[in-house]
């Protein structure tokens, strides 16, 4: 708790004023440490949840991290009783949902399930081409360094 100083030590020379200053500051560094805390915490478990949601869903988009949010706000307002759990669940993931669809639109992201879906056939076929032998990765190399060593030689001065 902090003790205020006598009004007549409150000019700023006055060494009870500078106590004063040091308890405030004291106070703020342990008010700092103690919120830090219990935004890790909050920042673990909305990331524990997460990770298991999209696990469980087998699909990453914005609605996981609504979820994720329906159940941190659940579980932290859980000791409010049924009703404050019911509210904190739907207020967090409210706000996890309009965080998710602004930070979309900053990024520039779709999350447009035609364009997922054609990206997804793209990295499908890529991944169905068969890697170069050893042989052509060699034969190409070759032409390469015989084409930069015809354009070197051209541009002399």
């Not at 200053?21 to 524990?48: N, P």
């Not at 979820?67 to 659940?74: A, K, L, M």
């Not at 739907?90 to 992201?109: N, P, T």
Request: charged share 25%; net charge positive; aromatic share 8%.
């Amino acid at each position: 708790m902090i003790r205020r100083p006598p009004r007549s030590t409150l000019s700023s020379s006055s060494a009870a004023s500078d106590v004063y200053k040091r308890q405030q500051f004291q106070d703020m560094g342990r008010k700092s440490h103690s919120q830090g805390k219990m935004f890790g915490q909050i920042g673990v478990m909305f990331g524990l949840a997460d990770c298991i949601i999209e696990k469980w869903r087998g699909k990453h988009d914005s609605w996981n991290g609504t979820y994720s949010g329906f159940v941190v706000g659940g579980v932290l307002a859980i000791r409010g009783g049924p009703s404050s759990a019911l509210m904190g669940a739907l207020g967090f993931g409210a706000f996890s949902f309009v965080a998710d669809s602004v930070m979309h639109g900053f990024m520039g992201e779709k999350p447009d399930p035609r364009v997922a879906k054609r990206e997804k056939q793209e990295e499908l076929e890529l991944a169905r081409e068969i890697p170069p032998t050893a042989n052509e990765l060699a034969l190409l190399v070759q032409a390469k360094t015989l084409k930069f060593q015809r354009d070197s030689v051209s541009v002399q001065w």
